[in-house]
């Protein structure tokens, strides 16, 4: 099964594409966490990459297509894939069209109000890498360790406004291009994270 996790930033994509591929035994690729590694390891791609998430605007075309298609021809993509943060845009959809066949899209859908309130308050540990809103924090400190939390760059309230306004007008015009290919699936997802994922899985298992 090869799937696209659609939605705006702080949407849930993350966790909710987690748990899928979890559920149906396939890789879960996030290309967020693929450039956030080159950043940490201070590679030419890392400091770009770098300079460009954190105004809020989109990776060029041609790195993050290099990176997805390598991606997808590894061993662990043979029983399908879950793609959480590509494609970002149309063209990077014609694109991975050229080289996979995508047999859902599935778009977790949240009012834009609920999404800056989510994402503003969105924390990660420095120690173990979990991510959590602030309403969670224990003393400040992570829920699950203890450890330090930040804010990472993109997740500032003025990045998520201009994330927010480059999801619109780049991202948001996926949905009726996956429609138009009669594989769209549209969640709720301004409920709570378990129902999010029962629609999901309900959804999808019919594909199988």
């Known amino acids: 099964m090869n799937l696209v996790f659609l939605g705006p930033p702080g949407a849930g994509k993350g966790t909710q594409a987690s748990k899928v591929s979890a559920a149906f035994g ?19 791609l890392g400091r770009k990459a770098k300079a460009i998430m954190d105004s809020g605007a989109l990776v060029p075309d041609d790195i993050v ?3 997805v298609r390598e991606r997808l021809a590894q061993s662990d993509c043979r029983n399908g894939y879950l793609l959480d943060g590509f494609p970002r845009t149309v063209p990077q959809a014609q694109a991975l069209d050229t080289f996979s066949r995508v047999e859902a899209a599935v778009n977790v859908d949240v009012p834009a109000e609920e999404l800056v309130e989510r994402i503003a308050g969105r924390r990660v540990c420095k120690v173990c890498g979990e ?18 939390v ?7 309230a003025e990045t ?3 994330r927010l306004r480059v999801y619109e007008s780049q991202t948001k015009p996926l949905i009726e291009y996956y429609r138009g290919q009669g594989v ?20 999808l298992e019919g594909l199988q």
Do not use: F, W, Y
């Open 26 to 44: 396939i890789a879960h690729i996030s290309t967020g966490a693929i450039l956030r590694e080159a950043i940490a390891a201070g590679t030419e």
């Open 65 to 67: 297509i290099g990176i």
């Open 131 to 148: 991510a959590m809103h602030v309403s969670l924090l224990r003393d400040g400190s992570c829920a699950k360790c203890g450890g330090e």
């Open 150 to 156: 930040m804010q990472r760059d993109d997740d500032k």
């Open 160 to 162: 998520v406004r201009n």
């Open 184 to 203: 769209l699936i549209d969640i709720n997802g301004n409920q709570p994270i378990d129902a999010v994922l029962a629609d999901i899985l309900s959804a």
